[in-house]
């Protein structure tokens, strides 16, 4: 089982609409959970970080963590065509001292005009 | 804030030679680096975990010998690729971890622009 797991996509949703991307996890120790958005060719970005269960509000942006069913999801409202990219799912693992990001595959959203 | 510079963003350079990428935080110091390397069109993988002061810890796979990482201080890493052949042709990105976190955080981690590798 993947440690991280996301839809590859593509997602489309119509310009105005709500974008739902869902994430995964596999390691209930992890605590920090993060959405970055991946523009082709360019480097990760950070949209946001959630620690505790619920709901957490950025702008267009909610990001949604329930523990119980390690479960994280990034909600963004009245989406636009320059939110096209791809999204970026990571969980932190700390296992034996070392700590480290996992990341998902990504999910691709097309926010069509 | 939190910034992390690449250099460079791209290099071009023959089978067999070396390339140095650095990896630099801006305005924050990072104890922990991490360097991933990125394929077209698929996720990032993570290479190693760098701590300052101490040796890379490398991820399962990862030739230690060929992709050398020395973090000597609190803002730099660099990632050196010996011996470059063209299948290590790939997007090379770093991060650093803040801690503690701005804004509330308790752990980010923020990502440099990326480095582009080709080997002819």
């Known amino acids: 089982q993947k440690e991280v797991e996301q839809n590859s996509g593509p997602l489309s949703v119509p310009e105005g609409a709500i974008a739902s991307l869902n994430c995964t996890y596999s390691?209930?120790?992890?605590?920090?959970f993060f959405w970055y958005r991946q523009y082709s060719g360019k480097s990760p970005e950070l949209i946001m970080f959630?620690?505790?269960?619920g709901d957490k509000e950025d702008g267009r942006f909610t990001a949604q963590l329930n523990k119980a069913s390690q479960y994280v999801s990034l909600l963004i409202r009245d989406s636009q065509p320059s939110d096209s990219a791809t999204y970026l799912c990571?969980?932190?693992?700390?296992?034996?001292?070392?700590?480290?990001?996992?990341f998902g595959t990504g999910t691709r959203l097309k926010v069509l005009a | 804030g939190a910034v992390v510079s690449q250099h460079p963003s791209w290099v071009i350079c023959k089978s067999g030679t070396s390339v140095k990428i650095e990896c630099r935080s801006l305005?924050?110091?990072?104890?922990?680096m991490f360097w991933y390397r990125q394929f077209p069109k698929q996720s990032l993988m993570l290479m190693a975990t760098?701590?300052?002061?101490?040796?890379?810890?490398?991820e399962q796979g990862v030739e230690k010998d060929k992709f050398l990482i020395n973090h000597a201080s609190l803002t730099l890493s660099t990632l050196t690729v010996t011996s470059a052949h063209p299948e290590d042709s790939s997007f090379y990105i770093c991060?650093?971890?803040?801690?503690?976190?701005?804004?509330?955080?308790?752990?980010?981690?923020?990502f440099g622009p990326g480095t582009r590798l080709t080997v002819l």
């Open positions: 760098s701590n300052e002061g101490s040796k890379a810890t490398y």
């Open positions: 991060s650093a971890r803040e801690w503690p976190g701005l804004a509330g955080s308790t752990d980010t981690q923020y």
């Open positions: 990571a969980v932190n693992i700390a296992t034996s001292g070392t700590y480290k990001y996992i």
């Open positions: 305005d924050f110091q990072a104890t922990t």
């Open positions: 959630i620690y505790s269960n």
């Open positions: 390691d209930r120790g992890s605590q920090s």
